[in-house]
Nanobody, 125 residues
Framework: QVQLVESGGGLVQAGDSLRLSCVASGRTDSTKAMGWFRRAPGKEHEFVAGIAWSGGRTNYGDSVKGRFAISRDNYKNAIYLQMNSLQPEDTAVYYC??????????????????WGQGTQVTASS
């Protein structure tokens, strides 16, 4: 089992920045890729960004390209999401997820095996 704990969410003004963190514990040696998803009220999970644990290949959702950046720290078993130029449409609960099989930062939620509890991000206009 892998446990994931997110932090760093909050309330900001449009145009501000936030940095989310996700720390993994437990059987982290089985982790092949990790990602960030978000879910706004009444909507499905939306892929935000992902990163491969080996090699660091990244993948981004179209709505955040150029504004968000994902990074990892293998020694700390952590990933980060730097979010710049936040807009009201970025408001959602942000979830960290871990994949133990594919090694590619997939955009499909069902690929991921472990999920954190989520952290709320609210950007007001």
């Amino acid at each position: 089992q892998v446990q994931l704990v997110e932090s760093g969410g909050g309330l900001v003004q449009a145009g501000d920045s936030l940095r989310l963190s996700c720390v993994a514990s437990g059987r982290t040696d089985s982790t092949k890729a990790m990602g960030w998803f978000r879910r706004a009220p009444g909507k499905e999970h939306e892929f935000v960004a992902g990163i491969a644990w080996s090699g660091g290949r990244t993948n981004y959702g179209d709505s955040v390209k150029g504004r968000f950046a994902i990074s990892r720290d293998n020694y700390k078993n952590a990933i980060y999401l730097q979010m710049n130029s936040l807009q009201p449409e970025d408001t959602a609960v942000y979830y960290c997820a871990a994949d133990r099989d594919s090694g590619y930062p997939s955009m499909v939620p069902d690929i991921y095996d472990y999920w954190g509890q989520g952290t709320q991000v609210t950007a007001s206009s």
